[in-house]
């Protein structure tokens, strides 16, 4: 059961920090942040701070605010755009352009780019880079499209009581450790990009950040 936000939101923004899956957003002249019921996945972060006391879930709003469960759904069919994931030839890109920086630091990685369920699109591998870190990479592009959030600022979270449930219900194949980002086309998500393999963590980000020069160039 998804949380809403109703009418009583004041516009702070506060909700949208807390929330792991970033499915909190509002529009330039909109009245309140809505919150995306096929992404939230109840972990109730948003309403415990919360301000005003403007957040509920589903089945607990007042029925003064019962409109506000349809306003937030309707928000996201009105502005989520109706686009496919990332193309194979981008993907492709994504991957070459990933690799071309590690190799100007000298590592060796893998890199995989999946579409918005998780499922890979394109996946590589360099000369020298371990066998393992080509699951790593898929694993961390995976759990950047399940949480809908770059896999570093999940870390920061891997001790939480609702992200250890999720791990083991995943089997597996969650990977909430830094190298792993989202790739969105305005607020749709469109797939994810993993890289591991970097000597230091923050290298695989780095190679995921050269990777999205790929999208600002126009290759999607
Ligand atoms: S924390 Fe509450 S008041 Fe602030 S944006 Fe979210 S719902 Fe609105
Ligand atoms: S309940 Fe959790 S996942 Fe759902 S909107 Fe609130 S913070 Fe996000």
Not at 114 to 120: I, N, Q, S
Not at 154 to 182: F, K, T
């Amino acid at each position: 059961m998804p949380y809403v936000i109703t009418r009583l939101c004041t516009n702070d923004g506060a909700c949208v920090e807390v929330c792991p899956v970033a499915c909190i957003h509002t529009r330039p002249g909109a009245p309140q942040f809505y919150i995306d019921p096929d992404v939230c996945i109840d972990c109730e972060q948003c309403e415990i701070v919360c301000p005003v006391d403007a957040i509920f879930k589903d089945e607990d709003v007042p029925a003064e605010y019962a409109d506000s469960i349809d306003a937030n759904a309707s928000f996201f069919r009105q502005n989520k755009a109706v686009v496919g994931p990332v193309i194979f030839e981008t993907a492709w890109q994504m991957v070459h352009r990933a690799h071309a920086y590690a190799r100007s630091v000298g590592i060796a990685v893998a890199v995989a780019v999946v579409d918005e369920a998780g499922t890979p699109i394109a996946v590589g591998r360099m000369d020298g880079a371990p066998p393992r870190t080509t699951e790593l990479a898929v694993s961390k592009a995976y759990t950047a499209a399940a949480f809908h959030l770059a896999t570093a600022d999940l870390a920061s979270q891997a001790r939480q009581p609702w992200l250890r449930s999720l791990l083991v219900a995943h089997r597996g194949r969650l990977l909430p450790a830094a190298g792993g980002l989202v790739i969105f086309e305005g607020i749709t998500i469109i797939g994810a990009i993993g890289v591991a393999g970097g000597s230091a963590t923050d290298q695989d980000v780095l190679c995921c950040q050269a990777a999205f020069s790929v999208l600002e160039t126009g290759g999607h």
